[in-house]
Structure formats: C-alpha cells, structure tokens
C-alpha cells in the first residue's frame, strides 16, 4: 500500500475505523511502511489501547500535533506525506505544508480499499441489513390506517434498538403525495387508504451501515399508482440481475434507466440508481450516469430506482447486493411483490 519512503495521515473518522477499529470522535492515525500510529489526547488512551491493538498510541500532550508528526515522520524516514484531501481542512493543510516532506493527495486510497469488503464485514453488514429488514416487518405488523407517518419510523426505530442496532442511520416514511418526496422525512400526516407508502431505512450495526427500501399499498391504489409500482420494481429487478464481477456500473444505471425511459416515466427517475455501503451509508462504488465504476467481487452496493410524480406520489424498491464471484446475493430479502398493508 506504501512505498518504503511515504506515510499516510489518516483524519476522517470512517477511513480511522476501518483501518484501525478506532470509534473516538478525535484523533489521527499515522501509517509508514514500518510502523502504524495512532495521535490522541489522554482521555482517548485505554480506548485506543482496547480498540487498536496493532497501533502505538501516541499521547498528545505538550508537542502539538505538527511536531509530533513531524518527529515521527523522520523517525521512519517519511519523505512523502499522503494526507485526504477531501477531509483535511484548510487550516491543518497551511500547518502541514509547514512539514518538510512533499504532500501528496490520497485520490481515495483508503476509500478504494474499503470499497471490496473483508468476510468479516459482510457478515456485520449482512446482520445490519437482517435488522433493518425485520424492524421494518415488525411495524408493519402493528400498522394501522391513519397512522402518522411519524408514529410508523417512530416504531420502526424503536424494534431496530431492539434487535441490537447500535443507533440509526435515517428513516424515511412518505405516503400520499409525499411519495414524490425521494428524501422525504417523516411527519405527522396520516397515512390514508388509497396512498402507496414508502420506507427507507438504515441502522448501523457494529459500525456498518444497511440500506433498504420497500413501497407498499395502503390499501387498493388507483391505475397510475399500480403503474409506477410496476416499472419501478421491474427495473430494480433488472438492475440486480446485471450485478456481477467486470460489468461498469455506469452501464447498469443507463440500462435501467433506458427502462424507466421507455414506460414514459423518465423524467421522473431524478437520482443515481445506487452506491456502495459499509462503514458510511454512501461510499464507493456509485452507480449512476457519470461514474465508471467496475465492480469487483466483495463489493456491497445498493440498487434503488424511484419514480416521483409532483401531486400523485411515488415508488421506490431497493436491495442492498454483494457482488460474488460470478453473480451476486441479495442482502435484503422483503418481498417486492405488489402488497396491500391496513387491511383486516
């Protein structure tokens, strides 16, 4: 990963998890070719030595953190300085350039590296995903008509914190109209006979990140509702079948999309069709009309096409997939069949 003369400074707090298993909101970590490093104050000291065993701990106390960095750097013959240009901010990058060595942009080093995922991170994304699923299920076995759509996320974050989510990601519960919402968040409408729902939820389980969304009938919904529940479910289904190992995911985001296109929705299709998930809720690969992204076996990404219609409403379905070997597994296993819900 690094040549003999360089060192990487870690500062943003996922890329700090994953290399390291570090949770403190502070913090850095130094990575050279012949020692690893992590940069705290006191209060984090016994958590670092629990959570990042594979590190020397390196307390701050007088040094500020520059002269500290520095020191390490020429005790390991630093010469080259990688730092995340995406997550340093203006202020350390003027100390930084203070440095005697040459710095040079990550272009998303660790955030390559994290996009194929380890056994033990689909296993945790994989329980992750079980949660979500289940606690969505669970509140839909108590819905009622004319419940409010907040009561509904309200219940679905109440069983995720039962079955072991150690906090939640987001929750969107839209209904009616709303539905034409893709990033609606809850509120205390009632949600109506008639109206499709839709729910997207994620929980964070072990540090990792799930995603699924599920749209429902409220009831029996007229032609056009019936109509966009349809496409959008074939072409979720189309998009998952194209998963595997080799395929551009800028190829499977305009297959799909050509799809929506040609029912005469695709005006109304307005995000990409995914993005990978792990330890952030958004992380590589993405899959949409600009990204030439190959995806590789080990990769976890979601695939979730919408169609959002101003005043009627709107559908959304969507998986969280590994890429395998030769094909793909779906991560998330809710039936996508048409469903009336409210009914007695």
């Given at each position: 990963?690094l ?32 020692k690893?490093?992590?940069l705290i104050?006191?209060k984090?000291k ?14 701050l ?6 002269q500290?960095?520095?020191e390490i ?18 202020s ?5 350039q ?10 998303n080093?660790?955030?390559?590296q994290?996009a ?13 995903c ?12 108590e ?25 939640i990601?987001?929750i ?15 509120i ?33 919904v007229?032609?056009?509702l ?11 289904q ?29 005006e ?31 990769m976890?990404?979601t ?9 009627l ?8 997939v ?8 779906l991560?998330?296993?809710?039936s996508?069949?048409?469903?009336e819900?409210?009914?007695?």
């Amino acid at each position: 990963m690094l040549r003999e003369n360089q060192g990487l400074l870690v500062v943003k707090k996922e890329n700090k998890f994953y290399l390291s298993n570090f949770t403190g909101s502070s913090g850095y970590l130094l990575i050279t070719s012949k020692k690893k490093y992590i940069l705290i104050e006191g209060k984090y000291k016994k958590q670092a030595q629990e959570q990042c065993k594979e590190f020397s701990i390196i307390v701050l106390k007088d040094k500020n953190f520059v002269q500290c960095l520095r020191e390490i750097c020429e005790n390991n013959g630093v010469e080259e300085l990688i730092f995340e240009e995406n997550t340093v901010v203006y202020s350390l990058y003027k100390e930084l350039q203070k440095l005697p060595f040459k710095l040079v942009e990550s272009k998303n080093l660790v955030e390559n590296q994290r996009a194929i995922k380890r056994y033990d991170e689909i296993e945790i994304i994989k329980k992750s995903c079980d949660i979500a699923q289940k606690s969505i299920e669970r509140a839909l076995d108590e819905f009622e008509i004319n419940m409010s759509e907040k009561d509904l996320a309200d219940n679905i974050e109440r069983n995720a914190k039962k079955l072991g989510a150690e906090k939640i990601d987001f929750i969107i519960v839209v209904s009616g109209e709303r539905g034409a919402l893709p990033h609606g968040r809850p509120i205390d409408k009632k949600i109506e006979l008639g109206e499709l729902l839709t729910i997207d939820f994620g929980c964070i389980y072990n540090g990792y990140h799930s995603d699924i969304t599920r749209t429902y009938s409220v009831g029996e919904v007229n032609f056009k509702l019936k109509e966009i529940y349809d496409v959008v479910k074939e072409a979720q289904q189309l998009g998952v079948s194209m998963v595997k190992p080799g395929i551009n995911t800028k190829e499977i985001d305009r297959v799909v999309r050509e799809y929506i296109k040609s029912a005469g929705f695709g005006e109304y299709f307005v995000h990409g069709l995914g993005h990978g998930i792990g330890v952030e809720g958004h992380e590589k690969p993405l899959l949409n009309e600009c990204e030439n992204n190959i995806l590789k076996a080990g990769m976890v990404l979601t695939i979730e096409p919408g169609i959002y219609i101003p005043e009627l409403g709107g559908a959304r379905i969507e998986d969280t997939v590994l890429v395998t070997n030769d094909s793909y597994e779906l991560l998330t296993t809710i039936s996508k069949e048409f469903k009336e819900i409210g009914l007695c």
